[in-house]
């Protein structure tokens, strides 16, 4: 009889020395937890923690009302960034990045504005968007924070001094303009050639916010155009439709704005064209497709006419500091389609 009565004397203390292990409560909870005892005693935070104190930039988990759009373990291998990889980043670059993705002040779903890309000053210095759905049915409601086109897959994990949203992606801090992030990108060499042949290149360099659709090269070779050919191009032969159809003034856009929280309701106005939503693609995408400002009166007669084929984004939202750039799977001008005869 005695032999039992041990066991259960022994399972009893086992039981005792067992740490219990902290995990956010659920959104909304009140809790006495400090940002930084949530970072600190949950590994799934593990490597963003990790950064910060690398980055020499943890002592803000103790200070008051900040919030973080924090990548946990499964968002930095979904990304493919490893404990390694993230150790191998120079401590200015990593602190930049770990920066961008906090803000100052205190900010829980419900304070979020219900608007398409919100912008939030970073402590790194340059802005980020939120985006909550615009539709008014409760039933239809999308309640997730989008951030830069990112959705938050847990929101309001709250701490006494801040919240946390935790995100389905690292964010990319932005590169200092669209200028600069097509000139880097070898395969977009024939739209640079095209955008500095008609003039539209330095104006990249101002605030904006400008959204450009950004075909490659192979998109253009499909047209037999490459970059010696764009560079013998003589302006004055061309609608200047060849290449400014490209850079869009007047809207800033995610691809998630189109594809979830504010689908088009009609056309966008170009300088001398209409850019026109062309339904979804196979993929589920959005199609567009650049037509004639007198479209409807071409179609009514039957002659429906356009620049190009419709196409789609397949590498969306590459931020910049004034802008976003898209990447488009054709052009949306053949240039041939616009030379005046």
């Known amino acids: 009889m005695k032999r039992p009565l041990l066991y259960m004397l022994l399972l009893i203390c086992t039981a005792g020395c067992i740490k ?31 950064a910060m104190r690398r980055a020499g930039v943890d002592t803000l988990l103790d200070g008051h009302a900040y919030t973080l759009l924090l990548p946990d373990n499964n968002a930095f291998a979904g990304a493919g960034i490893t404990a390694d990889s993230l150790d191998r980043i120079p401590v200015e670059t990593l602190r930049k990045q770990i920066l961008y993705h906090v803000l100052r002040g205190s900010f829980r779903r419900m304070d979020v504005p219900q608007a398409i890309d919100y912008q939030y000053l970073t402590m790194e210095g340059n802005a980020l968007f939120t985006s909550v759905n615009l539709t008014a049915s409760p039933q239809l409601r999308d309640t997730t924070i989008y951030v830069n086109g990112i959705p938050a897959v847990r929101q309001d994990v709250m701490a006494v001094n801040g919240v946390i949203h935790i995100l389905q992606k690292p964010l990319t801090v932005p590169v200092s303009s669209v200028q600069y992030l097509l000139e880097q990108n070898p395969d977009y060499s024939c739209l640079v050639a095209g955008f500095k042949k008609f003039g539209l290149w330095n104006r990249l360099l101002e605030p904006g916010p400008f959204v450009i659709m950004a075909p490659t090269n192979e998109s253009f070779a499909q047209h037999n155009w490459d970059e010696a050919a764009i560079n013998d191009m003589q ?68 002659m429906i006419y356009w ?4 196409f789609g984004i397949n590498k969306p939202d590459q931020l910049a500091a004034n802008g976003i750039v898209h990447q488009i799977d054709k052009v949306g001008v053949v240039p041939d389609s616009v030379k005046i005869r």
Do not use: H
Not at 23 to 32: F, I, K, L, Q
Not at 307 to 310: A, I
């Open 20 to 50: 219990e292990k902290t995990v956010p409560g659920p959104a909304g909870d009140r809790t006495t937890a400090t940002l930084r005892s949530l970072l600190a005693n949950n590994f799934t935070f593990s490597m963003f923690y990790t």
């Open 235 to 302: 302006p004055e032969t061309f609608r200047p439709l060849v290449f400014s159809c490209y850079q869009l003034n007047s809207m800033f856009f995610f691809n998630i704005d189109f594809m979830k929280l504010a689908p088009p309701s009609g056309p966008v106005l170009l300088d001398s064209a209409y850019l026109k939503y062309d339904g979804n693609l196979p993929d589920g995408t959005f199609g567009f497709r650049v037509l004639p400002l007198n479209y409807r009166e071409l179609e009514g007669a039957q």
């Open 307 to 310: 620049y190009g084929r419709t």
